[in-house]
């Protein structure tokens, strides 16, 4: 039987704010009446559709960044990536007014028992760390590695006082690999494992933790946010 947090609705909203967070972050709130059926607070995962070129429509992944249940409004933090796709075309030229059609919300992961992790993220990822490093425990430890391609995409983040952050500024698209190489297995070996990010660095996070003794699957979350070089309709 599904959770009542599985439970799937379509909301038609519209775009009330857009605010440029950082150069390649940017920032759009929706509100619609509909949200008032939005049942899950931040970080859950839902889905967003937009008109593609051809002329038809493509769903693509986004993080409920903040919901706000007394104003009904949802922020979606979009990566202003390149070459672009429909929705972060769709974000760089969003006005106030636009509609967008939402799909969710997916259940986010719940860390609240965990008190050790290892979490790793590239920039697309970021609101999704952003909002897991929210809900974790107080007395929680471990570290966060979290690549970003310069040092104005750092952002401020709540995260439980045990938990180092490390920001890895890098270009690179596996700028995450050289900085997981270099944290001792022994930091992490026996922590809660989450990793988002391009689908081959993930590939190559999972092959290090399996190469470093960590064959389970259990505690560990790794997820390919995005592919290089295919829009998300042709691997998702
Ligand atoms: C669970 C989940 C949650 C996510 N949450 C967010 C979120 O909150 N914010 C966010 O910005 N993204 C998020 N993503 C990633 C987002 O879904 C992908 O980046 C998606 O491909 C973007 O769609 P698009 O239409 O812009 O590009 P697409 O049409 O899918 O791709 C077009 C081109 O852009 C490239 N591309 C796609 N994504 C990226 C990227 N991140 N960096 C560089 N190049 C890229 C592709 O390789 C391709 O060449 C999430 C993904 C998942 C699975």
């Not at 007014?97 to 860390?111: E, K, V």
Request: glycine content about 6%; aromatic content about 6%.
């Amino acid at each position: 039987m599904s959770s009542p947090t599985d439970r799937q609705y379509h909301f038609d909203t519209r775009v009330v704010r857009i605010s440029q967070l950082t150069p390649r972050m940017r920032r759009i709130t929706v509100s619609s009446p509909e949200l008032a059926a939005f049942h899950v607070e931040n970080g859950p995962n839902i889905k967003l559709y937009f008109a593609l070129p051809d002329g038809g429509r493509a769903s693509r992944t986004y993080t409920v960044r903040h919901f706000r249940r007394d104003a009904l409004e949802l922020d979606i933090d979009f990566l202003l990536h390149e070459p672009d796709g429909a929705a972060s075309h769709w974000a760089r030229h969003a006005q106030p007014g636009d509609t967008l059609a939402i799909m969710g919300p997916r259940a986010p992961l719940d860390l609240a028992g965990e008190t050790h992790v290892l979490l790793l993220a590239d920039l697309c990822a970021l609101p999704a760390a952003s909002a897991l490093l929210e809900t974790l425990p107080a007395d929680s430890c471990g570290t966060a590695l979290l690549a970003v391609p310069a040092a104005e995409e750092i952002i401020a983040l709540q995260h439980p006082a045990g938990v180092r952050v490390q920001w890895v500024v890098d270009s690179a698209i596996d700028a995450l690999l050289p900085a997981l190489a270099a944290l001792p297995a022994s930091q992490w070996r026996d922590a809660y494992l989450w990793a988002a990010a391009e689908s081959g660095v993930v590939k190559a996070i999972r092959e290090h933790f399996i190469a470093a003794g960590r064959s389970s699957r259990a505690r560990t979350r790794l997820v390919g946010y995005w592919k290089l070089g295919q829009a998300e309709q042709d691997h998702a």
